[in-house]
């Protein structure tokens, strides 16, 4: 993936790297990733209509298609619950939100982040820079634990 994004984690930026992004974490931890089949036939019976073949959605997912029709890219982008601007080219803002978005809940989803309090405080209430912010805590607190834990074992405070 492109280096486009602070952090351990790279912003996507080609179709297959957006909709491999999606798969690992747009998918709870919880349920099984799901094969290029099983995608395709539900998008398909969410639209009533064939708008997929699971080999077309393959030959996305690998890179192997580079583009398709707003149609498919509406329909994967239900599947997964996002903006449809993630998957449409030159929306890098919409990508980095939603990747935010995404972050924040699988912190949610693992048990990093219990709750939240205050005004705003839906994930719809939440800007992207806020999002930015939490991320980057937790990972800070993952990689380097909490800060002054160590006063606080021997006693400190």
């Known amino acids: 993936m492109s ?50 073949s699971h080999v077309t959605f393959g030959k996305l997912r690998k890179g192997q298609q580079l583009a398709t029709s707003d149609d498919r890219l509406d329909a994967i982008s239900d599947y997964f619950g996002v903006n449809r601007r993630f998957l449409k080219t030159n929306h890098q803002d919409a990508v980095r939100d939603i990747a935010e978005q995404l972050d924040f809940l699988a912190s949610v ?4 982040i219990t709750g939240t309090a205050g005004r705003g405080a839906d994930l719809g209430g939440l800007s992207p820079d806020l999002l930015a912010y ?13 800060p002054g834990s160590d006063d606080l074992l021997r006693g400190g405070g």
């Open 134 to 146: 939490v991320n980057n805590i937790i990972r800070d607190v993952q990689e380097n634990g909490i």
């Open 3 to 52: 280096e486009d994004r602070e952090g351990p984690a790279a912003l996507p930026v080609t179709l297959a790297e957006k909709i491999e992004y999606l798969l690992e974490r747009a998918i709870p931890p919880s349920e099984e990733r799901p094969s290029d089949r099983q995608v395709a036939d539900s998008i398909n019976e969410d639209a009533g209509t064939t708008i997929i």
């Open 109 to 112: 989803g693992s048990g990093d």
